[in-house]
Every structure is written in C-alpha cells, then in structure tokens.
C-alpha cells in the first residue's frame, strides 16, 4: 500500500512516500525568503510554496520509484501505483495550507483514489514510529515546536490525549524571540543552540515559572531575558557580543529545563516510562542531551527522532496517513485545511 504526502503548514514544501509502513522518500524545499523579514511573511510561504511544490512531488516520487527498484524517470508510472493521497489539514499558516490541500486534492481526483487529512500535530508524534527502536504503546511525547507546546498521551496510533499545554509562548518563540532580543536572524533557535555549545549554561540564572499541573509558560522568561538584556548593555553597550555563548547556553539551559521538569512530572503521574520528544525543537542538542540523561537517571526509555523528522516534513504525513489508511479514516474532496486546529 502506497501512500503520497504532502506538508506545507508553514515555510517548508514537503513529499514523502510511504510503502507498506516504510518511508520511500522526503524531500523538504526550505523558504530562505523570510529571514529578511525577521518571521515568516504567510504570503511569501503561500508563494513559495505554488513555486516549490511541483517539483518537490516530482523528485519524492522519483526518489521513492528508484528505492523501490523502478526507473526513477518514470514517475508517471509511480504515481499509478499510488493507493492515496494524504495532506496536512491542520494547524498551520491558511495560505500555506490551502496550496498543499488544492494540490492533494486534484492528484486524488485525477488518481481517483481516497484522500486523507492529517493533524500536524499528531503528525508530529508519530514520526517517533518512522525508525528503529520504536517505543511502545502507551507513550509520553513532549511535542515542541514553532507553536506547540504540549505533553501528549499516546494510546494508540490514532489516540492522542494532550494532557499538558502551553499557556502563552511556544517553545520555539521562546527559542526565537530570545534571538531576536540578542539580534539574532530568524529562526534564532538553531543559532542559540549552536552558540550554545561553546558557553557556559550556569552563568546567569533566569527565572523557572511556577505553573501548576502540567502547563508551561514562556512569557516570564522572555520578559526577564529582556530585562537582563537592557540592564546590562546600559552598562556595556559590548555586552551581548562579549558574553553571547554564555548568554545562550543560559536561556538554553532554562528553556530545557522548563520543558524536562514538567514532562518528568507527566511521567510520575501516569507512571508511564517510554518518553519521546518530537518537533522543531527536539532538534535542539541541548534538550536531546538532558532528555537522554533525564531517562537514564530514571530507567525510563527516550525516543528521539532523526533530525530530519523533527522539524516538519512530509514523512511524519505519510506515517499518520498510513494508520488512518488501515482505519480507513478518509476525507471527501470538499474538506478544507483550518489555521487553527
Ligand atoms: O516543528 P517546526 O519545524 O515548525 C512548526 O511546526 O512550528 O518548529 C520550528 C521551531 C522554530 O521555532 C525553530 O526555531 C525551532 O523549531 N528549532 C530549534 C532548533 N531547530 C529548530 N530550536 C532550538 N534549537 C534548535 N536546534
Ligand atoms: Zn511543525
């Protein structure tokens, strides 16, 4: 059984195909456009993604034909072997999602073949199940990314109960807007965690809010970062350059811990020991570190996904489709994609 993916919530045009359970191929064209801008323009993502998308199914299929041990040239040929075709609905940039829907839907018209929807955040959990070793049903994932906040109880494929949740910031804008603060370009996560590396991460403390139960917030943080930043370039205009490494590895430091403290407090309470980690900011090597050693410390088991599943693609599409194809969950060709889930 085939399935064809495609991701397009935000500024990456994702493919992938999947065969039998077994991602084939996942292609992802990155939109550079929006560093510029400082965040992503949705109209520049819309138009990137009507640029982006034709030739990134194009080469998935070509990809996915060769691994399959047909003529990769012959996509033609492929796309007849395709039993559906999956699209990510929801939550996402509207303008970005509708060009990855109306692009779903013609093909599984022209196919004639059923559709499936996808929640991007259930996508993201389930790339935990693309690669060896695999954890076992029930699962905590800590789901971090650009806009999501959450700890998610996983029964099953296909259920998923969020048992923890953001109040105000992502993970990622707390990543993100602390770069800003030290001028940093967009995305700033990825720069953090790379200055990151070389600083000291015990050098300046900011403050772990104190929310009840399993919520997070991120507002606080942001605001004393702020705060910091201003006190001290009053006094050294040269600050943030002279001390950048130790700056970043200390918001790091206390973004990771914010998120590990909360799910270790998940992990107590349901008693379950297969913990995973999943989107843009699990490929943050800071949290990879301290979420391995927090299983280790506990004898509990972590999964982390291969960086290239963690920030969106299409193949965490493609995985989610294939357990809703064998449930036979299928959208008819009227259904639209939601910004909001
Ligand atoms: O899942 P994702 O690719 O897109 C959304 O669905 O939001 O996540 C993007 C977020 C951005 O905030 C980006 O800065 C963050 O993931 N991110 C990182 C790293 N790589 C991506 N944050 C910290 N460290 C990284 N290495
Ligand atoms: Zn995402």
């Known amino acids: 059984m085939t399935i064809l993916a495609i991701e397009s919530s935000c500024d990456e045009t994702s493919a992938a195909i999947i065969r039998d359970g077994e991602i084939l191929s996942n292609f992802i064209a ?199 930043l201003q006190e001290n370039t009053a006094a050294n205009p040269r600050f943030v350059e002279e001390n950048l490494a130790d700056i970043c590895a200390s918001i790091q430091h206390r973004i990771v811990s914010i998120l590990l403290n909360k799910l270790k407090a998940a992990a107590l309470t349901t008693g379950i020991d297969q913990l995973c980690i999943a989107g843009g900011v699990s490929a943050n090597s800071g949290l990879r570190k301290a979420f391995t050693e927090l299983g280790e410390q506990n004898n509990w088991k972590t999964f982390i996904p291969a960086f290239q599943y963690c920030t969106d693609n299409a193949a965490m599409i493609a995985m989610t489709a294939y357990y809703k194809y064998l449930n036979e969950e299928f959208v008819d060709l009227g259904a639209s994609p939601t910004a909001r889930a």
């Open 30 to 228: 990155n939109q550079t456009i929006h560093e510029q801008y400082g965040g992503v323009v949705p109209e520049l993502a819309s138009r990137a993604h009507m640029q982006n998308i034709v030739p990134v199914v194009n080469a998935a299929l070509q990809k996915a034909a060769s691994q399959a041990g047909e003529n990769g040239n012959d996509t033609a040929a492929f796309l007849q072997s395709v039993n559906a075709i999956a699209f990510t609905q929801a939550p996402g940039l509207i303008g970005s999602l509708l060009v990855g829907a109306q692009f779903a839907k013609s093909l599984a018209l022209a196919l004639n073949v059923p559709l499936i929807a996808v929640h991007h955040m259930q996508a993201h959990v389930l790339a935990n199940l693309i690669e060896d070793p695999k954890p076992v049903f029930p699962f905590l994932c800590l789901t971090v990314s650009g806009g999501h906040t959450q700890i998610v109880l996983c029964e099953s494929p296909l259920s998923l109960k969020v048992i923890g949740e953001t109040m105000d910031d992502a993970a990622g804008e707390a990543f993100d807007k602390s770069a800003k603060l030290l001028g940093l370009p967009y995305p700033g996560g990825p720069l953090i965690d790379k200055y990151a590396k070389e600083g000291n991460p015990k050098r300046f403390k900011f403050p772990e809010p104190q929310i009840p139960g399993l919520g997070f917030s991120f507002s606080g943080l942001k605001t004393a970062i702020l705060y910091f």
